[in-house]
């Protein structure tokens, strides 16, 4: 699963970019997820006087609503992303606003000065509303996510690719891959590293197996 993360402030673009970039990896033949963070203290996700709305109003600490043609999981708090993401099994996994996620992230911004306030040392790109006045900047490709969607969505290959390629960590338990955020897969990495590289037989670059039963 790659994951990229579309952050900026309100009405600067993000969401257009976002659902661009799905409409156009979806046309690629790739499943594609969403996460949308929401700051919006007063926002739920339920409607008072429906069922699952009761439901929790009664002290249940996790509802799901199971539909026809959808579910829906409402839970009484606030999930952290790790939680999030380990429901999700898509090619991709697009996570719209600041979830705090060290992933590849692409900035939107309308000012020079927004996208600076937004920046980040994860950053691949920038675009949202800046991307009609400029093509870079400090470095960085300034891409419409409307008008060149198809640009940005190779950006968003070959980026994403990389980053599961940096940190080549695979966890089984019983036959089942266990699927980890970038941070726990470094974490993982460098305790098992740290603790075999003083044998005999390590070197910089060789692959490195456990098995524990």
């Given at each position: 699963m790659?994951?990229?993360?579309?952050?900026?402030?309100?009405?600067?673009?993000?969401?257009?970019?976002?659902?661009?970039?799905?409409?156009?990896?979806?046309?690629?033949?790739?499943?594609?997820?969403?996460?949308?963070?929401?700051?919006?203290?007063?926002?739920?996700?339920?409607?008072?006087?429906?069922?699952?709305?009761?439901?929790?109003?009664?002290?249940?600490?996790?509802?799901?609503?199971?539909?026809?043609?959808?579910?829906?999981?409402?839970?009484?708090?606030?999930?952290?992303?790790?939680?999030?993401?380990?429901?999700?099994?898509?090619?991709?996994?697009?996570?719209?606003?600041?979830?705090?996620?060290?992933?590849?992230?692409?900035?939107?911004?309308?000012?020079?000065?927004?996208?600076?306030?937004?920046?980040?040392?994860?950053?691949?790109?920038v675009?949202?509303?800046?991307?009609?006045?400029?093509?870079?900047?400090?470095?960085?490709?300034v891409?419409?996510?409307?008008?060149?969607?198809?640009?940005?969505?190779?950006l968003?290959?070959?980026?994403?690719?990389?980053?599961?390629?940096?940190?080549?960590?695979?966890?089984?338990?019983?036959?089942?891959?266990?699927?980890?955020?970038?941070?726990?897969k470094?974490?993982?990495?460098?305790?098992?590293?740290?603790?075999?590289?003083?044998?005999?037989?390590y070197?910089?670059?060789?692959?490195?197996?456990?098995?524990i039963?």
């Amino acid at each position: 699963m790659r994951i990229i993360m579309i952050k900026g402030f309100s009405k600067t673009g993000k969401t257009t970019t976002v659902t661009a970039l799905v409409r156009e990896l979806r046309s690629r033949g790739y499943s594609v997820g969403t996460v949308k963070d929401i700051h919006y203290e007063g926002f739920r996700a339920d409607s008072p006087g429906t069922d699952t709305f009761k439901h929790m109003e009664a002290g249940a600490c996790r509802v799901t609503g199971r539909g026809i043609r959808e579910t829906a999981l409402i839970t009484d708090r606030q999930m952290t992303i790790d939680e999030i993401l380990k429901y999700y099994k898509e090619d991709f996994v697009i996570l719209e606003g600041d979830s705090g996620l060290k992933c590849p992230t692409i900035i939107t911004g309308r000012t020079e000065e927004d996208v600076e306030k937004r920046m980040c040392p994860e950053a691949v790109a920038v675009s949202g509303i800046i991307a009609d006045s400029m093509t870079e900047y400090n470095g960085l490709p300034v891409i419409n996510g409307v008008t060149e969607v198809k640009k940005l969505a190779d950006l968003v290959e070959k980026k994403t690719a990389a980053a599961e390629d940096e940190l080549d960590v695979q966890l089984t338990i019983d036959g089942e891959d266990i699927w980890m955020v970038p941070f726990v897969k470094k974490t993982l990495k460098n305790v098992v590293v740290g603790a075999v590289k003083a044998l005999d037989g390590y070197e910089d670059g060789k692959e490195i197996i456990i098995k524990i039963k």
